[in-house]
């Protein structure tokens, strides 16, 4: 098989326009605009970039809660135990320990911003249970609305200063490159010094522009849009980790895909983002049945329905081959229709916009993807491999999820490392160790896939690198994804040149990019752990693939990969 080449830059218009800041955050789910309002006190200026409003993003999505241990009979130690289980044996277990240790401490911090968490007659903090966890640690808001009340407290935060000199906004805004500096000595990219964005028409500026900073924070969320059908938002397009990608960062761990056991089905012809029902509906007793009415996650394992996403994902396909169906059946109505209506009022809401009624009908559920457990490899303050470039939340790889994420870490990952982010830029700022440096252009290719062909790449990611994978499948999809043009901006056909530079072509070009990364990622690891299953090495290897996965593009545009051990 030829080797995987990638372009290291967008194919788009020069920069119009040029904004400047002490740190660009891109991104406003809850690590954008955690790393943003801690910034904005400590550095003279920040700009804070999001794709869609600042209410936008996966975070308003997000049902169950936040992790943390805040009750006096729970530990850290116990979260960081549930935690490794969850990521069976590929969690770095430092990164592990900063979460589970600073979690309680972000989580009050976002009560002191206004984040309204549901309460007891006591007065304490409402915890209950979910899938892995052996302890009542999970904060909610709202029944089933922790993310939408976690965004409207920061986000009310953000508008509060928004005529703070010191703190820009730019909404309506698609990022397309990090830009760099003079290469090193090995040809490399430079350090980080701003990004390319495009205004999508309702913005403060329009068209192209540059905003240079002497850090970037990528917060971007994940990459549901590679698959036909997904929980996440439309702009989950990959977009950060496909820059990063061009901006020489390395990623990690990019093949673990959490595919959520419980999302609404709705027939196999569904596309876009769907329903989750959350795995708090399990953590309250809902049970899984098959479609002869029987309970199986007893026999498979010790947790039953609170079995890590992962195990449960699994068996629930297994039992659909089992029995021949396209679903499962989720059963709350034992829990009472009262209970129900208070507890889970979103997913009642939505549940019965379909026209079902949680509390007198079994639901349909099937696995569909959910999240992203690898993302741009990060350390514990949030640093990429590209000098003055950070990630934060779902686009980074910090260690904390392993194989598998444990159900509700994600919201607290982007508190604790996008708060350890802005602490370190602010600290670097100050003693000069993040200098102000002008942009140069890359070498390599640009790249440029039409936005018809975005329904022909889902297709791709969700028959190969999908739910069940195997190495036939997954080499046709590497075939087949080479077979894609990227230089569509550059094909002229019947007098007329096949796509030009425009929000829906860079968004499948960032698709493109990272369902290449994740297929030959997914091809090379040969066992089944965690996100990643394959068929044809059903079985988990320690003594061969306990490590993590590292690609990154070399000056030439080759897709490289590299074995680290885990720590």
């Not at 589970?100 to 007891?120: C, I, M, N, S």
């Not at 996965?549 to 490289?560: R, S």
Request: glycine letters at 12%.
């Amino acid at each position: 098989m030829a080797p995987t080449r990638l372009a290291t830059r967008l194919a788009a218009p020069q920069p119009g326009w040029v904004v400047e800041a002490d740190a660009v955050v891109v991104g406003s789910g809850i690590a954008g605009l955690t790393a943003a309002l801690e910034l904005r006190t400590r550095v003279p200026r920040v700009l804070l970039v999001t794709k869609d409003t600042l209410a936008s993003g996966s975070t308003v999505w997000a049902q169950g809660g936040v992790a943390a241990a805040l009750d006096p009979t729970d530990s850290p130690v116990a979260h960081l135990q549930d935690t490794l289980v969850a990521g069976v044996g590929l969690c770095d277990p430092r990164a592990v320990e900063v979460l589970v240790t600073e979690g309680p401490a972000r989580v009050r911090e976002l009560v002191a911003r206004g984040a309204v968490f549901d309460r007891g007659s006591d007065g304490e903090l409402s915890l209950t249970r979910e899938g892995g966890h052996h302890a009542d640690r999970i904060a909610h808001a709202g029944g089933d609305a922790t993310g939408a009340e976690i965004s409207r407290a920061l986000v009310a935060q953000i508008e509060a200063v928004r005529d703070d000199p010191g703190i820009e906004v730019i909404e309506h805004a698609l990022v397309l490159d990090v830009l760099t500096g003079p290469a090193g000595p090995d040809g490399r990219p430079g350090r980080a010094c701003g990004v390319t964005l495009h205004v999508i028409g309702e913005g403060s500026r329009d068209g192209v522009g540059a905003a240079l900073g002497r850090a970037v924070v990528l917060a971007t969320g994940g990459i549901g849009q590679v698959y036909r059908s997904s929980t996440n938002p439309v702009q989950a397009t990959g977009d950060g980790i496909a820059a990063a990608l061009r901006a020489g960062a390395t990623l990690g761990d990019v093949e673990f895909v959490q595919f959520h056991p419980t999302v609404l089905w709705l027939g196999s012809g569904v596309k876009g983002q769907l329903t989750l029902v959350s795995e708090a509906v399990r953590g309250e007793g809902a049970l899984l049945l098959d479609t002869d009415g029987v309970r199986f996650m007893p026999d498979v394992h010790p947790m039953a329905e609170l079995a890590p996403r992962d195990v449960v994902a699994k068996a629930i396909l297994q039992r659909m081959a089992e029995t021949g169906s396209d679903h499962v059946w989720l059963d709350a109505r034992h829990l009472g229709a009262d209970f129900l209506r208070r507890r889970f009022p979103t997913i009642h809401e939505r549940l019965s916009d379909h026209g079902i009624d949680m509390t007198t009908e079994l639901i349909p559920v099937a696995p569909a993807q959910h999240y992203h457990s690898g993302g741009v490899v990060t350390d514990i303050v949030g640093r990429t491999t590209v000098p003055g470039l950070y990630a934060a939340g779902e686009v980074a790889c910090t260690g904390v999820h392993g194989a598998n994420r444990l159900a509700s870490n994600s919201l607290l990952e982007g508190l604790v490392f996008a708060h350890r982010a802005a602490r370190h830029i602010a600290g670097a700022v100050a003693s000069g160790a993040l200098p102000a440096t002008d942009p140069e252009e890359r070498p390599g290719d640009a790249a440029l896939v039409a936005a018809a062909s975005r329904a022909r790449v889902q297709r791709i990611a969700t028959d190969g690198p999908g739910v069940l994978r195997s190495g036939d499948g997954l080499s046709r999809a590497v075939t087949a994804l080479a077979a894609v043009p990227t230089d569509a901006h550059l094909r002229v056909d019947d007098g007329r040149r096949l796509a030009a530079p425009q929000v829906a072509e860079w968004e499948t070009t960032n698709i493109h990019q990272v369902a290449t990364v994740l297929t030959a990622a997914a091809l090379a690891r040969e066992e089944s752990r965690g996100g990643h299953v394959r068929t044809d090495f059903p079985q988990r290897d320690d003594e061969r693939w306990r490590l993590r996965l590292e690609l990154a593009v070399d000056p030439d545009g080759a897709l490289t990969a590299r074995r680290a051990p885990i720590v």
